[in-house]
């Protein structure tokens, strides 16, 4: 059933699948024999990642990061905050960071500056949703689920102040909502 908070569903949970089962099938080929380290950037990317990796048919590593560049609100604040850091180190090894999101790409042009300090052998993005009109840094993702339009999203991952997260599908909220 739709929450009453959704105008609009965007991609469906059976979409969604598809689209998982298709980024797994190209990172199964690109990563055999290489035991990449799968970071899921908290809290949004953590659907995506859990399925993502049971659609990727090699050998891999998970390990996770939390970063904060939003507050409560809906704006990117500039600033990119390790709230919690890998277990792992990253020296030497390929990593793939999922996101579900990339918006004005400030998140991860500060987690790949980071990684390559940290001598990371390769460094690989896939996001299952890319919002490339708002992009405010020139960063691209190797892999991408979707093109988003500029419209503000929750389910899957995605929330408004916490909230929506749990949703199986990505809809565009109500103005309502957030106004
Ligand atoms: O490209 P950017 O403008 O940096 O925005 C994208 C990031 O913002 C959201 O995370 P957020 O920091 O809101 O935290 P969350 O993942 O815990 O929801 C989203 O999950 C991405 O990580
Ligand atoms: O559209 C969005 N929805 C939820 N979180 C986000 N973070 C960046 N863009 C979005
Ligand atoms: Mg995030």
């Known amino acids: 059933m739709l929450h009453p908070d959704i105008k609009e569903v965007l991609y469906s949970e059976e979409y969604i699948k598809e689209v998982v089962k298709g980024l797994g099938s190209q990172l199964t080929e690109a990563y055999e024999g290489k035991n990449p380290l799968v970071i899921c950037v908290l809290k949004g990317a953590v659907m995506f990642m859990t399925d993502l990796?049971?659609?990727m048919a090699c050998d891999l590593e998970l390990d996770f990061m939390d970063v904060s560049s939003y507050g409560a609100g809906m704006e990117s604040s500039g600033e990119v905050k390790i709230l919690?850091?890998?277990?792992?180190?990253?020296?030497?090894?390929?990593?793939?960071?999922?996101?579900?999101?990339?918006?004005?790409?400030?998140?991860?042009?500060?987690?790949?500056?980071?990684?390559?300090?940290?001598?990371?052998?390769?460094?690989?993005?896939?996001?299952?949703?890319?919002?490339?009109?708002?992009r405010v840094v020139d960063l691209q993702a190797?892999?991408?689920?979707v093109n988003v339009p500029d419209e503000?999203?929750?389910?899957?991952?995605?929330?408004?102040?916490?909230?929506?997260?749990?949703?199986p599908y990505i809809g565009v909220l109500k103005k309502e909502v957030y106004e």
């Open 84 to 134: 919690k850091d890998l277990d792992t180190s990253v020296e030497g090894r390929h990593l793939v960071i999922v996101e579900d999101i990339i918006d004005t790409g400030r998140t991860l042009n500060s987690l790949i500056e980071l990684f390559k300090y940290r001598k990371a052998a390769s460094i690989q993005i896939v996001t299952l949703l890319d919002k490339k009109e708002r």
């Open 152 to 167: 503000f999203v929750v389910g899957y991952g995605l929330d408004f102040n916490e909230k929506y997260r749990n949703l």
């Open 142 to 145: 190797d892999y991408i689920g």
């Open 53 to 55: 990796t049971r659609a």
